[in-house]
């Protein structure tokens, strides 16, 4: 009882937000396409919210990986569970860049606006050689590498300290826990830079209408199709197909069975939202409680599916916006970066965005005040993105259930079938007791 006023808190400000955002965008089409010359001077606004994302970069980077490293050490040490869970959300991942990769090109979104005006002024002493380059991602100092806002010493660093806590053991956990308090606070400024985005979408939106009129409309409304398209045809294609043939179940039951939550991550734009309410569900599916322990709090850092594919068509869409189209290798390198960068930041609104900023930051800099191209849409692709997440870790945990023989099949047939009900009140199982491991012999019934 005493938890619902401040989720209901929670969520009406989220509704805000995003009513704020409606309302900055409509605001800035409309003076844009009135007042073009005014609207183009407005181009400050986004500008200065990108800075504000771009000064959280460091510290996301830096805090996501260290932690990410941890956790894949644990989720390794769990045996073949943990082990299938890794390799599967690999796979999948850079399969769902894959798809992102050949629907942006296929698309091409953002190709004619030609927003050459939003260019990069490169920094005193920038790397030209190779040498140069590798030598500049080691930093100065350990601590230089986190103030000096060369993402790629951050990165460098984060690995560094990563794997040293691993050797350390035990003794490196109060290291860790700092760390993840320190998340914690990086994350929660973050969210508070989002209550900027309101103006920050009005000036970015009213300055690209401003300069290209109707054509930037297109092209963002291009951007925003493709990837609820892409993200529908995922789920249900390639999520739906792979379930089907290996657990034999509809893609479309399972999501039945979990439409409250899609409802909650839909109001909040964070699939971290349901999370308590997947583990329960899962469980109550009749996956036993060591796979849904492993498989879900680990696949919502490493098992991105919806952000993957929104990295790939974000950084095509700025690229060929701003008249600077990536080459395919280019294209790759990004993404495998961004595919690292990005782990840990699944629930969080605005860590999307901070990636994509740190991405565009190391490989292609004269991109990067591009971000405030998708400023104005971002908010829109940010319930797809979430809801791809949830639905890929979903069926990750039926999967990973299976091929452990770690699920009770009959009871998942009569909690598709609304047979055995879920208990909204307890969030617990209405009739039976979950066992802590499924046998064999219950798994292939």
Not at 124 to 142: C, K, Q, Y
Request: with cysteine.
């Amino acid at each position: 009882m005493a938890t619902t006023p401040t989720r209901s808190k929670r969520l009406d400000r989220s509704h805000l937000l995003y009513l704020l955002v409606i309302i900055g965008v409509v605001a800035g089409i409309a003076v844009g396409l009135i007042f073009p010359k005014f609207a183009v001077e407005l181009q400050p606004i986004g500008t200065g919210f990108v800075n504000l994302i771009k000064m959280m970069i460091t510290p996301v980077i830096f805090c996501t990986i260290v932690l990410g490293v941890g956790s894949i050490a644990k989720a390794a040490t769990v045996g073949k569970i943990g082990g299938l869970a890794l390799a599967y959300f690999v796979v999948m991942s850079t399969f769902a860049l894959g798809v992102g990769l050949v629907v942006g090109n296929l698309l091409n979104p953002g190709s004619g606006l030609d927003l050459s005006g939003a260019h990069y002024q490169a920094a005193a002493g920038e790397s030209s050689t190779a040498s140069d380059f590798i030598l500049g991602i080691i930093p100065v100092s350990l601590l230089s590498a986190l103030t000096s806002g060369n993402v790629l010493q951050a990165l460098l660093i984060a690995l560094i300290t990563g794997f040293a806590l691993q050797r350390m053991g035990e003794r490196g956990r109060p290291v860790l826990e700092v760390i993840e308090v320190a998340q914690t606070l990086v994350f929660r400024i973050l969210m508070m830079i989002m209550w900027v985005a309101p103006l920050g979408a009005f000036g970015a939106i009213a300055a690209v209408v401003g300069a290209s009129g109707g054509k930037a409309l297109v092209g963002m409304a291009t951007m925003m199709g493709g990837f609820y398209l892409t993200c529908i045809l995922f789920i249900v294609l390639i999520l739906g197909t792979v379930l089907r043939l290996v657990s034999g179940v509809s893609i479309f039951s399972l999501m039945k069975y979990l439409a409250r939550e899609y409802l909650i991550i839909f109001s909040t734009s964070s699939s971290e939202a349901a999370l308590p309410r997947l583990i329960a569900k899962m469980e109550h599916l009749g996956v036993s409680k060591p796979v849904v322990g492993i498989t879900v709090p680990t696949g919502y850092s490493f098992n991105l599916d919806g952000t993957a594919i929104y990295l790939t068509m974000a950084s095509i869409f700025v690229s060929n916006a701003i008249g600077k189209p990536m080459s395919l290798g280019e294209q790759l390198s990004l993404l495998l970066f961004m595919m690292l960068a990005s782990k840990g930041a699944a629930g969080v609104s605005g860590a999307g965005l901070a990636t994509l900023a740190g991405g565009l930051q190391v490989y292609r800099p004269q991109l990067l005040d591009g971000v405030g191209l998708i400023v104005g849409i971002d908010r829109f692709m940010s319930e797809a993105r979430a809801l791809t997440n949830f639905t890929g870790n979903a069926v990750a945990t039926v999967l990973v259930g299976t091929w452990t023989r770690e699920i009770d099949k009959s009871r998942m047939r009569s909690v598709l079938r609304g047979e055995t009900p879920f208990d909204e009140q307890t969030m617990s199982i209405t009739s039976g007791k979950q066992p802590e491991r499924i046998t064999s012999s219950a798994a292939g019934q």
